[in-house]
DNA sequence: GCCGAAGCTGAGCGAGCGCTTAGTGTGCCC
DNA sequence: GGGCACACTAAGCGCTCGCTCAGCTTCGGC
């Protein structure tokens, strides 16, 4: 099996960037929070308990609650934007490629579920600079698979009339997995990734 | 030009079943606090201060701040059911019934945009007995969306395997709507509609 | 064996929260 | 025109929030 991610089912836990230790489990306490109850609705001493930590510990490792959630925005961009590319820049046809960047896209919004929500719903939770810097990780994303799509148009393998609208639709359907699945429902993130690249395929006239 | 609105830009402001006029300021300031800044967000004050009231005033017309969402989440939910209901049972093929009831729902988020933004994305912000209400609402509207597409398929005008799956995807895409459309974007909740049911008559393998 | 740096805690500050209460103005009924 | 129901306000209560700070522990270097 190829796909865009390297080792989907073996991947070892994320965040292992984040040093040292007691920041890593701070930052992992955080986004489960901010998932569950939202970015307003969580209060720093929930997450510090998360962690097994007294709530100043937080202030430690972090200068304030939004520093916390800006970490995890701009980490999960950098992944998704990066699941994005490597699908987008393999080689093969555009209709290969556009069902490998919506599969991994899509399979990461259900499996790292957690994590997807706070990095595509919590938005408008940061301050100005923060999500200027996030809106342009995204305008990244919308090129990658903008860029494949219009390849499929000009190789002739699709039939799309409104490019912007179209990756704008296939992007938001991906995105918004991260709103209903459910890791106790029917559906595991594999099986999600393969109806929904279909269902893009379909989309945009291929085959 | 023939939907399942009946008349989509003439409409009246809504909320004009809410009464007394103070009660309807207040819900009306609501929702547009909570679509800007989320229920948790928002804070009593701001509400009433929306609505040109003093904060005691909002507890004369409803008991708490949940209250607000509840009545807001409860009319929204009945609206999008009602469009989904007209379109299923009007008269026509599926493919017809289908292409109408997404262009009119989508149109309603995008359009109705504020609101659609407090109906989709707050539930967790109500309690049990509130969200159980709301959930069967849910409930309701993916059987409308269940149904038109399981009767094209018997009929012959769809090519769908995963019918759940495919519900799920057409209601998430018209769904996310609400999060990223924008009033003062290039598109009119009408062009979306029309692109929207396009690419759903795609998904479900149509004509 | 002493020292300073680093990681963490217990206690708590000022602010703003949801909500309450006592009191005020207004208009309608008789 | 007196009384009353109703809509609303000013003031503020009790609470929890994000965040701070003085002090305690631990540990490597010498």
Redesign the pocket.
Known sequence: MSTAEETTGGEVEPWEEVT????RRLLVAAVEAFAERGY?A?????I?GRA??????????Y????ELLHRISRIGHDRALEILQTAARREGTATERLADAVSSFVRWHAGRRTTARVVQYELDALGPDARAEILDLRRQVDAEVRGIIQEGVESGEFDVIDIHGTTLAVLSLSIDVARWFNVHGPRTPEEVGALYADLVLRMVGAG
Request: charged share 25%; aromatic share 4%.
């Open positions: 040292p230790d007691a920041a307003h969580t209060t720093t001493r929930d510090a097994g930590m007294s709530p100043a510990a937080l202030y430690i490792h200068k304030t609650k939004e």
